[in-house]
């Protein structure tokens, strides 16, 4: 199984600032004949199942706001919400689907 | 858009086999996607369960494929889950998704349910 870790656990951030939450994969979910990541980025509110953010990495899905942004490549990935807003407080998480599919253990985000 | 919604038994006794339902509607079974059951124990972080294609082919978690048991019924519209055998640690919200093929081995999620939460306990 590919073991996705996401630091830290949980982060607390003013309006307005800059939220960096981390995923590290322990194999590449990087798909050399396609040149494509098979890592997705959720956003998960409180009671609320989780709603598909970012997928193959980079690609925002249609209606979410451009201040969610996902990085990375390889092993390691990055969403970054440039500006947070009060309705980012959730918890996030990264899935991989390179090889069936694995999840991240959250990162909760909270306003400082 | 798609709409994804569970039914089943909130309780199910140790021992005994979990059963849950999976309603879509807004679009159909028979698109080419596959349909999942993920689940996500209180207060923690997502398991994926398992996943059928509308042929009938299945994937499962391998912690769990013992167990397992995903069933489609395309004439209803619906995906089942059966997961025999539980205990206290078998406790989750169940939630059902549908799954973006990818051209590869895994999937991710698009569209989900809104959970249920299943229990149990003698």
């Known amino acids: 199984d590919i073991v996705m870790t996401q630091s830290p656990d949980s982060l607390a951030v003013s309006l307005g600032e800059r939220a960096t939450i981390n995923c590290k994969s322990s194999q590449s979910v990087l798909y050399n004949s396609n040149n494509k990541n098979y890592l997705a980025w959720y956003q998960q509110k409180p009671g609320q199942p989780p709603k598909l953010l970012i997928s193959w990495a980079s690609t925002r899905v249609s209606g979410v706001p451009d201040r969610f942004s996902g990085s990375g490549s390889g092993t390691d990935f990055t969403l970054t919400i440039s500006s947070l807003q009060a309705e980012d407080v959730a918890v996030y998480y990264c899935?991989?689907?390179?090889?069936?599919?694995?999840f991240g253990q959250g990162t909760k985000v909270e306003i400082k | 858009q798609v709409q994804l919604q569970e039914s089943g038994p909130g309780l199910v006794k140790p021992s005994g086999t979990l059963s849950l339902t999976c309603a879509v509607s807004g679009g159909s079974l028979s698109s080419s996607n596959w349909w999942s059951w993920v689940r996500q124990p209180p207060g923690k972080g997502l398991e994926w369960i398992g996943e059928i294609y509308p042929s009938g082919s299945t994937n499962f978690n391998p912690s769990l494929k013992s167990r397992v048991t995903i069933s489609v019924d395309k004439s209803k519209n619906q995906f089942s889950l059966n997961l025999s055998s539980v205990t206290a640690a078998d406790t989750a919200v169940y939630y059902c998704?549908?799954?973006?093929?990818?051209?590869?081995?895994?999937?991710?999620?698009?569209?989900w349910g809104q959970g249920t939460l299943v229990t149990v306990s003698s």
């Open positions: 998704a549908r799954g973006v093929n990818s051209g590869w081995s895994g999937r991710y999620f698009d569209s």
């Open positions: 899935q991989q689907y390179y090889s069936q599919t694995t």
